[in-house]
């Protein structure tokens, strides 16, 4: 009799255990709806005091951590500038840190210089006009976690039409984990270590560029001579008129490689506002409200190494 209440006080005791587990879970957010949407944003301007990293976002743990450890009270911020699931992790690019102070509100010289001791620097991000947004409750530290694996492929589904909304940024408020993606001057929300990377990065694939350019024009002037010289064989009219036409197609295709250069910058951001972009297509759809998009299937999402499309020359206006 004994070993059995003993076993019915451990079966007691194992089952309280799985429902405390499963409450836990369920208070998380587990079964949480994840609704997206696209319009004004949750948030106006703001002054951050922020670290910058290239590297797996699995590092950004500890950045939250150093923020926090700072000044509790404040809220935290990411801002996740690639596609994880296109970009290798070493070569992902975010920031986080702690907001500072929001709207018309300014932070204090005392909080400014405390961040900045401990390497923190300081920017400020304007009021995104229109922005894709979604919500997720911050009741737990596994509602981060759960977030992380539920919102960001809801995002994904939604930017399905290639929206220029990008970075992905997270902000931290009360019981509540807003996610953002600004659909206009995302160049804005570029920290300036970032807004250094994409202009090395545009050196470096016009350098390239160039080089090809001039490796194929020297390829196609060698052909074109073989052919002339092969032609003086046959008459002496027949190479003089080879030797005046035959260069023209390696010089028209220079040419052309120029102009794909001089374009090649302005074609990658070429939807301007992409709010405007959303209103168009859902107009031309005969659909609903503008500015909203139909659900759909995930598998028709084209991934792009950032998260949607880069910011036009218009939005990068002060670089």
Same mark, same amino acid.
């Given at each position: ?223 074109? @001579? ?44 070429? @939807? ?48």
């Amino acid at each position: 009799m004994t070993d059995w209440v003993l076993l019915g006080l451990i079966a007691a005791l194992v089952v309280l255990l799985l429902l405390t587990v499963f409450g836990f879970v369920v208070y998380s957010g587990l079964f949480t709806e994840v609704v997206v949407s696209a319009g004004s944003p949750p948030v106006g301007n703001m002054t951050l005091a922020y670290k910058f990293r290239v590297g797996p976002y699995g590092e950004s743990g500890q950045l939250f951590t150093d923020g926090c450890s700072i000044s509790s009270k404040l809220c935290s911020i990411g801002v996740y500038y690639d596609n994880p699931h296109t970009v290798s992790p070493e070569k992902c690019r975010f920031a986080i840190g702690r907001i500072l102070s929001e709207g018309d509100a300014k932070p204090s010289e005392e909080q400014i210089k405390r961040f900045q001791k401990y390497g923190f620097k300081i920017f400020s991000f304007p009021a995104p006009s229109h922005v894709v947004m979604a919500t997720f409750p911050f009741t737990t530290p596994l509602s981060i976690h759960l977030a992380v694996n539920r919102v960001h492929p809801a995002l994904d589904t939604y930017i399905k039409r290639k929206l220029c909304a990008h970075p992905r940024i997270e902000i931290y408020k009360q019981d509540r984990i807003y996610f953002v993606c600004p659909l206009a001057r995302q160049g804005d929300f570029y920290v300036p270590e970032m807004k250094e990377l994409e202009r090395k990065s545009r050196a470096a694939a016009a350098v390239a560029e160039d080089a090809q350019t001039d490796i194929t024009g020297v390829d196609t002037m060698s052909e074109t @001579s073989s052919i002339s010289v092969e032609a003086t064989t046959d008459s002496r009219d027949t190479s003089v008129a080879t030797s005046i036409l035959l260069p023209l197609p390696g010089s028209r295709g220079r040419e052309e490689a120029d102009t794909r250069s001089e374009h090649s910058y302005s074609e990658s951001g070429a @939807s301007g506002s992409s709010f405007e972009e959303l209103d168009l297509e859902a107009a031309g759809d005969g659909e609903g409200a503008p500015g909203l998009l139909p659900d759909a299937g995930y598998g028709s999402q084209e991934v792009t190494d950032k998260w949607t499309k880069e910011p036009t020359a218009a939005e990068r206006g002060e670089e």
